[in-house]
């Protein structure tokens, strides 16, 4: 058994100045004023449009990013219609071959410290699950069968695509004070880079 912390990786090579200069060129065409792009127009543009609620523009450029997470935390974030996601798939992966290192992953809980009661109980849990899981692939059950006993805590990895809109919606509804502890300990580290990357784009959103 080993038990990890979540974690997020941007999949894609962003080009900041590519993407405020596509979304420029494209805004501009609702306006028909493409003759004022120059070299840094893109800034003001693209401030303006969003303080405007004008955002149907900024959909034109995307983002993909790999979560690694519990399986909870992605139950919520698929609830996210304006998206793609391709998810480690527990139908398939049989956690008893070497390149899963022959034992489960999962995601340590965030809300108890691990000299806790609570987080023993958790840990002892999770090492059940294990060993029923272990003993139904021995016992000839395929891994969408022996799947029936994985927790929610179970690590798994998704892929997740969205405009630059919707991760704005993403990042105030999934990052806000109400949503679960674990899905804010991805979430706002990721906004941060964002930020860094984007800062036009998100610089506006604050959920810490």
Not at 8 to 31: F, H, S, V, W
Request: charged share 30%.
């Amino acid at each position: 058994m080993l038990i990890i912390p979540p974690s997020t990786e941007i999949l894609d090579d962003i080009n900041p100045a590519r993407i405020m200069q596509n979304i420029e060129k494209i805004g501009r065409i609702c306006y028909k004023s493409e003759d004022r792009i120059t070299d840094d127009s893109a800034e003001k543009f693209i401030r303006n449009i969003i303080k405007s609620g004008h955002e149907s523009v900024i959909e034109h450029e995307k983002i993909s990013v790999r979560f690694i997470c519990d399986r909870g935390v992605t139950h919520e974030i698929v609830r996210h219609r304006i998206a793609s996601y391709s998810q480690e798939s527990t139908r398939y992966c049989n956690y008893t071959k070497d390149k899963f290192g022959s034992e489960l992953t999962f995601i340590r809980p965030c809300f108890w410290e691990e000299d806790s009661a609570a987080y023993e109980i958790w840990k002892q849990t999770m090492q059940a699950s294990e060993d029923a899981y272990n003993a139904l692939i021995e016992g000839g059950a395929t891994p969408e069968q022996a799947r029936s006993v994985l927790p929610t805590s179970l690590k798994t990895e998704i892929a997740v695509t969205m405009d630059l809109r919707e991760w704005r919606h993403f990042f105030r509804l999934r990052g806000s004070a109400r949503s679960h502890p674990q899905m804010r300990e991805v979430v706002v580290p990721l906004l941060v880079e964002f930020k860094k990357l984007l800062p036009l784009i998100f610089e506006d959103i604050n959920v810490e």
